[in-house]
Each structure stands twice: as structure tokens, then as C-alpha cells.
């Protein structure tokens, strides 16, 4: 009989990291927070809020990153290290899918509208509401493979790195979401809040 293993690790620590640093606020229940820290290149000190959910019986899962305390210009940088380190760290966030038995659907969402917050040269990133509301929807596979003959053996197994078990995923799909209409302005310090503004980032398709 073929079963899935599913690794359910919900209470990795996160209530006591999150009440102190006050953002799962913004994920509605019955979500799943995660408060991501970590750096980049001369950007020091982001935080990405990701909301989300995981369907383990539909082995489907879906997420929302929210960045703050963002360089402006390395919009698209911090996303892609979130949603990366998402892809990297899913079997911790939502369960293990053997490659050989299924693989799973992952959605991410990010704003092409949405709320920017600027305070003191850095930006904070929400989703955009009501007539706001526009947002790329992103759709990946994800699954392991235990490099078990048999089951899951291909070449990253034996004779390329990482030379064993591993993770795959691939991009499925980009959709436009939402009717929002927003103006495509530069962030200045002059006016510190938007409330709908165009997102500084990549085309919702356009990858590296």
C-alpha cells in the first residue's frame, strides 16, 4: 500500500517568534504563518510575512509573501530569495512528496497593485485590496526524490550534484489575477504611505 509521508512540523516554534515580532497579524485565519529574516547584498535586515496554507489530502499548498524593510530597487531580489527559500524548506512548512508517488502544486501570489509603506529609505510590501486588487499567481511542481532504483533514480542521484536524494521543482504556469488598477510611480520619501500603487518588480511571467 503506497503511502505519503507527511511531515506536519506546525508548531516549529513559530507562536513565540511571531507575537514578538507583531506581523502575523496580516494572515487571516485559518493560515499558517512563517517570519523569514535574512539579508542581501548590501541589504541588510529584510523580513518576509508568508502566509499559508497547506491541503495535505489535495497535496496542494499556497502562499503569500509580504515583504518588509526592503532596499528599494531589490524588490524582485527579495522575492525570489523568499519564494526560493519557500521551495527549499517546503517539506518542513507543509509535508514530504515522494517524486515517485505524486508531486505537489505550490502557488505563490505576489501584487502587481498593492500597499507600499516607506519609512526611512526601505519599503514595506502588502497585498492590494478591494479595486486595488491585482495580483500574479505563480504555480509550481514540487516533489523528493529518495534516489531508491526503483522508485525515484535519475542522474542527480549518481552522477551529478547532489549526488543523492534530492528536491525537484518546476514552474507550471503565471496567471494574472484581479481587475485593480494602479499608477506606475517611483517611491519617494516626500509621501511616505501608497495605499494602491504599481509594485516595482518583474512582469508576472518574466523569470531570471
Same mark, same amino acid.
Given at each position: 500500500?503506497?503511502?505519503?509521508?507527511?511531515?506536519?512540523?506546525?508548531?516549529?516554534?513559530?507562536?513565540?517568534?511571531?507575537? !514578538?515580532? +507583531?506581523?502575523?497579524? #496580516?494572515?487571516?485565519?485559518?493560515?499558517? *504563518? =512563517?517570519?523569514?529574516?535574512?539579508?542581501?547584498?548590501?541589504?541588510?535586515?529584510?523580513?518576509?510575512?508568508?502566509?499559508?496554507?497547506?491541503?495535505?489530502?489535495?497535496?496542494?499548498?499556497?502562499?503569500?509573501?509580504?515583504?518588509?524593510?526592503?532596499?528599494?530597487?531589490?524588490?524582485?531580489?527579495?522575492?525570489?530569495?523568499?519564494?526560493?527559500?519557500?521551495?527549499?524548506?517546503?517539506?518542513?512548512?507543509?509535508?514530504?512528496?515522494p517524486c515517485h508517488i505524486r508531486?505537489?502544486?505550490?502557488?505563490?501570489?505576489?501584487?502587481?497593485?498593492?500597499?507600499?509603506?516607506? !519609512?526611512? +529609505?526601505?519599503?514595506? #510590501?502588502?497585498?492590494?485590496?478591494?479595486? *486595488? =486588487?491585482?495580483?500574479?499567481?505563480?504555480?509550481?511542481?514540487?516533489?523528493?526524490?529518495?534516489?531508491?532504483?526503483?522508485?525515484?533514480?535519475?542522474?542527480?542521484?549518481?552522477?551529478?550534484p547532489p549526488y543523492g536524494p534530492?528536491?525537484?521543482?518546476r514552474i507550471l504556469s503565471f496567471?494574472?489575477?484581479?481587475?485593480?488598477?494602479?499608477?506606475?510611480?517611483?517611491?519617494?520619501?516626500?509621501?511616505?504611505?501608497?495605499?494602491?500603487?504599481?509594485?516595482?518588480?518583474?512582469?508576472?511571467?518574466?523569470?531570471?
Amino acid at each position: 500500500m503506497k503511502k505519503i509521508y507527511l511531515l506536519l512540523l506546525i508548531t516549529l516554534g513559530f507562536d513565540g517568534h511571531h507575537k !514578538v515580532l +507583531g506581523q502575523c497579524e #496580516i494572515c487571516p485565519q485559518p493560515n499558517l *504563518c =512563517y517570519v523569514l529574516s535574512f539579508d542581501l547584498p548590501d541589504c541588510p535586515g529584510i523580513q518576509a510575512t508568508i502566509c499559508y496554507t497547506c491541503a495535505v489530502t489535495h497535496l496542494e499548498a499556497y502562499f503569500e509573501i509580504n515583504l518588509r524593510n526592503v532596499c528599494n530597487g531589490m524588490e524582485d531580489e527579495a522575492y525570489e530569495y523568499a519564494r526560493n527559500w519557500v521551495l527549499s524548506n517546503f517539506a518542513l512548512l507543509c509535508g514530504n512528496t515522494p517524486c515517485h508517488i505524486r508531486r505537489t502544486l505550490i502557488t505563490f501570489v505576489r501584487p502587481i497593485c498593492g500597499r507600499v509603506e516607506y !519609512v526611512n +529609505g526601505r519599503i514595506n #510590501i502588502y497585498q492590494g485590496e478591494g479595486g *486595488c =486588487y491585482k495580483q500574479c499567481r505563480e504555480v509550481w511542481e514540487w516533489c523528493w526524490c529518495n534516489c531508491i532504483p526503483g522508485q525515484c533514480w535519475e542522474p542527480k542521484c549518481y552522477e551529478q550534484p547532489p549526488y543523492g536524494p534530492h528536491i525537484n521543482w518546476r514552474i507550471l504556469s503565471f496567471q494574472i489575477e484581479g481587475t485593480g488598477t494602479c499608477d506606475k510611480i517611483n517611491y519617494n520619501q516626500e509621501q511616505k504611505n501608497y495605499e494602491c500603487v504599481w509594485i516595482n518588480w518583474r512582469e508576472c511571467g518574466q523569470l531570471r
